[in-house]
Nanobody, 123 residues
Framework: VHLTESGGGVVQTGGSLKLSCAAS????????MAWFRQPPGKAREFVAA????????VYADSAKGRFTISRGGVRNTISLEMNSLKPEGAAGYYC?????????????????WGQGTQVTVSA
């Protein structure tokens, strides 16, 4: 399975950015997808996840009310719309996938990872 992220860039504090991810390769019957981020010098942390059907998203507290994860019309794609970005949101953002229908927030439960896309939030 290969995951490709896009949409990172530089945005001002309070601005918006939309990330996208496409999965390719061996298909699974059911799989959940998620976004994690890793600020410089810190551990990778959960941002948002979505189940196989795209109907039950899960968010980190830091993302609730500002970020929206969705599953695309093409089942193997997801996006993350980020609004009201804060400086602490600057990080590498990673798309990930795990087999099974249910979404979750544990980094160790995900099997496949993209290379990441960088988000910079300027003051």
């Amino acid at each position: 399975v290969h995951l490709t992220e896009s949409g990172g860039g530089v945005v001002q504090t309070g601005g918006s950015l939309k990330l996208s991810c496409a999965a390719s390769g061996r298909p699974f019957n059911d799989y959940a997808m998620a976004w994690f981020r890793q600020p410089p010098g810190k551990a990778r942390e959960f941002v948002a996840a979505i189940d196989d059907e795209g109907t039950r998203p899960v968010y980190a507290d830091s993302a609730k009310g500002r970020f929206t994860i969705s599953r695309g019309g093409v089942r193997n794609t997801i996006s993350l719309e980020m609004n009201s970005l804060k400086p602490e949101g600057a990080a590498g953002y990673y798309c990930t996938l795990r087999t099974g229908a249910k979404a979750g927030d544990a980094v160790t439960s995900y099997d496949y990872w993209g290379q990441g896309t960088q988000v910079t939030v300027s003051a």
